[in-house]
């Protein structure tokens, strides 16, 4: 029986209050290279410079650290209570008269819940929110399906006209809300549990729609999106002493899609296995078989959450079950590789 | 026109009227019109427009100007030709309602319309919309009014209470809610699909001031806006207008058969004959 895992600061946060830049650490791993603590000091580093950055949350603002902005910047933070929908209308309100907002919340209550206010208030007026999706996918273990967000991948990038991006850790959440400033139009943004493991050791030069190659490789390309990057990354290393060279690409933007990073990893690797917390229905890998489908056929497997509910379980006992550790991503990489 | 003339009751009549006849005359380019939902808010639309808000056609994107969200965006037929009467847009491209490309669909597209604040249709956003149009206000510092019109039915969307709820705890100043009172969702009538009312107690228990009215009294509809408090004062405004739905228009008046309906032919001829004559006590 696995080790029980503390889970009480998804909704206290993960520390209480303070300045938090640098100076603690959870279990060893800095605060500053983890994506619970950036959210809201990046976001009142940007709205120093930036008169247009507001954040609304709703009742999450421990969970999701946006108390850190609130300390700074307290006349531009707006709490709305548990009432998500109203959240992000008002969001779209405030975008419509000249502000960048961001509004976050749990992914099951932003892109899920919210997905109508998404689509007609905020996508069709092409209005500059930032959605900020955190504790997406199974991040939040043993609170259940009305928790989790396997779906909202799929939901989102069905909508035209918005942007969807995942960030894989703290600096790459810190290169997205900087890069989200100047782009047209709504954004969801997709964060893990706040903890997700460190991919980029600096803030990654990221511009959406170009996917980031962060290893080479020849035997097959494994595409990732989001918190399970650094599982990928690992799951290349044990592939490596196997003597399989996998290309590890971080697609950290769902939509708009970069076809060319696909279309090089099926001429070049001849083989593609997509990994995502995400369902296998529409999500990352429902976006690169839509691409696949019109280029040479190659071996692809998604890997990803099947089209079930998943069980209640800690973190990482659901990422076990569901192979989405180092380990279960190797053995699909294999198996995808013998089949073809 | 002079300015007094301008600012008359019977010149807002007279708007209002036009307000009607658009209606029936676009509802034809399209083949159907949500006729009666737009008739009990046809005094609304000219007096809010010709007496109240503080627009400039000529900058429509005037960060101070007032804002207006027509929530219940199933009524933006009549709202067009006032947009178009004003100058935000060249009337004439109104005869294209509708047909493929034109940017005048059933509901509003702020993107593609002069004078459209924020885009609608599905309903119980509007007021959220506002809300956060009157919260921008305030952390910039601008004095403009947000005014929010909501149809009754659509006070069963869940969406209007929580941003009810939030304007009157945030103490929004400058927020102005209308709700076009007309009797009628499109099973029936409100209180018995779906009771609305006590409106005003149920609003003022969110922390709203609240004014009943006839939104068909144009007297009583300048003097309700005119007795708002300053944009930067007070509490969320509610006027609640008690109107007909299909007003002006006999074979529509509280019927449930017209909520969107198509008049051709004769019917069209009798219908725009019926709007052409001045209603009793009308100057």
């Given at each position: 029986m696995a080790e029980s895992q503390d889970q009480s600061e998804i909704f206290r946060g993960t520390a209480a209050g303070g300045a938090l830049r640098d100076t603690r650490s959870v279990q060893g791993t800095p605060a500053a290279a983890m994506p619970a603590f950036v959210l809201g000091e990046e976001l009142a580093d940007l709205a120093d410079r930036d008169p247009r950055v507001v954040v609304l949350t709703a009742d999450l603002a421990s969970a999701n650290r946006t108390v850190e902005f609130k300390a700074r910047h307290p006349g531009r933070f707006f709490d709305l209570g548990i009432a998500e929908k109203n959240m992000l209308t008002v969001a779209a309100g405030m975008a419509s008269c000249g502000f960048v907002p961001f509004a976050a919340t749990f992914a099951s209550f932003s892109a899920i819940l919210g997905a109508e206010q998404i689509r007609t208030d905020l996508a069709y007026p092409k209005m500059p929110v930032r959605v900020i999706g955190h504790h997406s996918g199974i991040s939040m273990g043993f609170y259940g399906t009305s928790h989790h967000a396997i779906e909202d991948l799929a939901m989102m990038r069905a909508i035209p006209d918005l942007t969807v991006v995942c960030a894989a850790d703290a600096n790459a959440l810190r290169a997205v809300l900087r890069a989200s400033l100047d782009r047209k139009g709504a954004m969801y943004i997709r964060l893990g549990r706040g903890r997700d493991p460190v991919v980029y050791d600096a803030v990654p030069d990221l511009v959406f729609g170009r996917a980031i190659r962060l290893r080479e490789g020849r035997d097959l390309t494994l595409i990732a999106t989001g918190a399970v990057v650094r599982a990928t990354l690992d799951a290349a290393d044990i592939l490596a002493r196997e003597g399989i060279a996998a290309r590890v690409v971080d697609?950290?933007?769902?939509?708009?899609?970069d076809r060319d990073e696909i279309a090089a990893a099926a001429a070049e690797t001849g083989a593609i296995v997509t990994v995502e917390e995400h369902s296998t229905v529409g999500g990352l890998g429902g976006a690169v078989a839509e691409v696949l489908v019109d280029l040479p056929r190659v071996p692809f497997r998604r890997h990803g959450i099947p089209d079930e509910f998943a069980p209640v379980g800690p973190p990482a006992a659901l990422y076990a079950h569901y192979r989405l550790d180092a380990a279960g991503i190797a053995a699909v990489a294999r198996e995808t590789i013998d089949r073809a | 026109m002079t300015q007094a003339m301008r600012n008359s009751d019977a010149f807002l009549a007279d708007r209002a009227r036009f307000v009607r006849t658009e209606t029936v005359r676009l509802s034809r380019i399209a083949g159907a019109g949500h006729y009666s939902s737009t008739f009990s808010a046809a005094e609304l639309f000219a007096v809010l427009y010709y007496a109240h808000l503080r627009i400039d056609p000529k900058r429509p994107d005037w960060p101070g100007r007032d804002r207006f969200i027509l929530s219940k965006g199933h009524a933006a037929i009549g709202l067009y030709p006032v947009l178009a009467d004003l100058g935000f847009f060249e009337a004439g491209l109104l005869d294209d309602y509708t047909r493929l490309g034109s940017p005048f669909g059933d509901h509003p597209d702020m993107k593609r319309i002069p004078g459209i604040d924020f885009s609608s249709g599905s309903l119980g956003h509007g007021l959220s919309v506002g809300l956060g149009m009157a919260l921008a206000g305030r952390v910039r510092g601008l004095d403009y009014r947000v005014h929010v019109m909501l149809g009754d039915g659509e006070l069963h969307e869940g969406q209007v209470w929580e941003a009810a709820m939030a304007a009157g705890h945030f103490r929004t100043r400058g927020l102005v809610a209308i709700v076009d009172r007309n009797g009628l969702c499109i099973d029936g009538h409100t209180e018995e699909i779906m009771g609305v009312e006590p409106i005003p107690e149920r609003f003022e228990a969110f922390g709203w001031e609240v004014r009943r009215i006839d939104g068909h009294d144009i007297p009583a509809l300048r003097a309700a806006l005119a007795a708002l408090p300053p944009a930067g004062e007070g509490r969320p405004q509610l006027i609640v207008a008690d109107t007909v739905k299909g007003k002006g228009v006999k074979r529509m008046e509280m019927a449930l058969n017209w909520h969107v309906g198509n008049l051709v032919g004769e019917d069209y001829d009798a219908v725009m004959a019926e709007l052409a004559t001045p209603a009793a006590g009308e100057a």
């Amino acid at each position: 029986m696995a080790e029980s895992q503390d889970q009480s600061e998804i909704f206290r946060g993960t520390a209480a209050g303070g300045a938090l830049r640098d100076t603690r650490s959870v279990q060893g791993t800095p605060a500053a290279a983890m994506p619970a603590f950036v959210l809201g000091e990046e976001l009142a580093d940007l709205a120093d410079r930036d008169p247009r950055v507001v954040v609304l949350t709703a009742d999450l603002a421990s969970a999701n650290r946006t108390v850190e902005f609130k300390a700074r910047h307290p006349g531009r933070f707006f709490d709305l209570g548990i009432a998500e929908k109203n959240m992000l209308t008002v969001a779209a309100g405030m975008a419509s008269c000249g502000f960048v907002p961001f509004a976050a919340t749990f992914a099951s209550f932003s892109a899920i819940l919210g997905a109508e206010q998404i689509r007609t208030d905020l996508a069709y007026p092409k209005m500059p929110v930032r959605v900020i999706g955190h504790h997406s996918g199974i991040s939040m273990g043993f609170y259940g399906t009305s928790h989790h967000a396997i779906e909202d991948l799929a939901m989102m990038r069905a909508i035209p006209d918005l942007t969807v991006v995942c960030a894989a850790d703290a600096n790459a959440l810190r290169a997205v809300l900087r890069a989200s400033l100047d782009r047209k139009g709504a954004m969801y943004i997709r964060l893990g549990r706040g903890r997700d493991p460190v991919v980029y050791d600096a803030v990654p030069d990221l511009v959406f729609g170009r996917a980031i190659r962060l290893r080479e490789g020849r035997d097959l390309t494994l595409i990732a999106t989001g918190a399970v990057v650094r599982a990928t990354l690992d799951a290349a290393d044990i592939l490596a002493r196997e003597g399989i060279a996998a290309r590890v690409v971080d697609m950290h933007t769902v939509k708009p899609l970069d076809r060319d990073e696909i279309a090089a990893a099926a001429a070049e690797t001849g083989a593609i296995v997509t990994v995502e917390e995400h369902s296998t229905v529409g999500g990352l890998g429902g976006a690169v078989a839509e691409v696949l489908v019109d280029l040479p056929r190659v071996p692809f497997r998604r890997h990803g959450i099947p089209d079930e509910f998943a069980p209640v379980g800690p973190p990482a006992a659901l990422y076990a079950h569901y192979r989405l550790d180092a380990a279960g991503i190797a053995a699909v990489a294999r198996e995808t590789i013998d089949r073809a | 026109m002079t300015q007094a003339m301008r600012n008359s009751d019977a010149f807002l009549a007279d708007r209002a009227r036009f307000v009607r006849t658009e209606t029936v005359r676009l509802s034809r380019i399209a083949g159907a019109g949500h006729y009666s939902s737009t008739f009990s808010a046809a005094e609304l639309f000219a007096v809010l427009y010709y007496a109240h808000l503080r627009i400039d056609p000529k900058r429509p994107d005037w960060p101070g100007r007032d804002r207006f969200i027509l929530s219940k965006g199933h009524a933006a037929i009549g709202l067009y030709p006032v947009l178009a009467d004003l100058g935000f847009f060249e009337a004439g491209l109104l005869d294209d309602y509708t047909r493929l490309g034109s940017p005048f669909g059933d509901h509003p597209d702020m993107k593609r319309i002069p004078g459209i604040d924020f885009s609608s249709g599905s309903l119980g956003h509007g007021l959220s919309v506002g809300l956060g149009m009157a919260l921008a206000g305030r952390v910039r510092g601008l004095d403009y009014r947000v005014h929010v019109m909501l149809g009754d039915g659509e006070l069963h969307e869940g969406q209007v209470w929580e941003a009810a709820m939030a304007a009157g705890h945030f103490r929004t100043r400058g927020l102005v809610a209308i709700v076009d009172r007309n009797g009628l969702c499109i099973d029936g009538h409100t209180e018995e699909i779906m009771g609305v009312e006590p409106i005003p107690e149920r609003f003022e228990a969110f922390g709203w001031e609240v004014r009943r009215i006839d939104g068909h009294d144009i007297p009583a509809l300048r003097a309700a806006l005119a007795a708002l408090p300053p944009a930067g004062e007070g509490r969320p405004q509610l006027i609640v207008a008690d109107t007909v739905k299909g007003k002006g228009v006999k074979r529509m008046e509280m019927a449930l058969n017209w909520h969107v309906g198509n008049l051709v032919g004769e019917d069209y001829d009798a219908v725009m004959a019926e709007l052409a004559t001045p209603a009793a006590g009308e100057a």
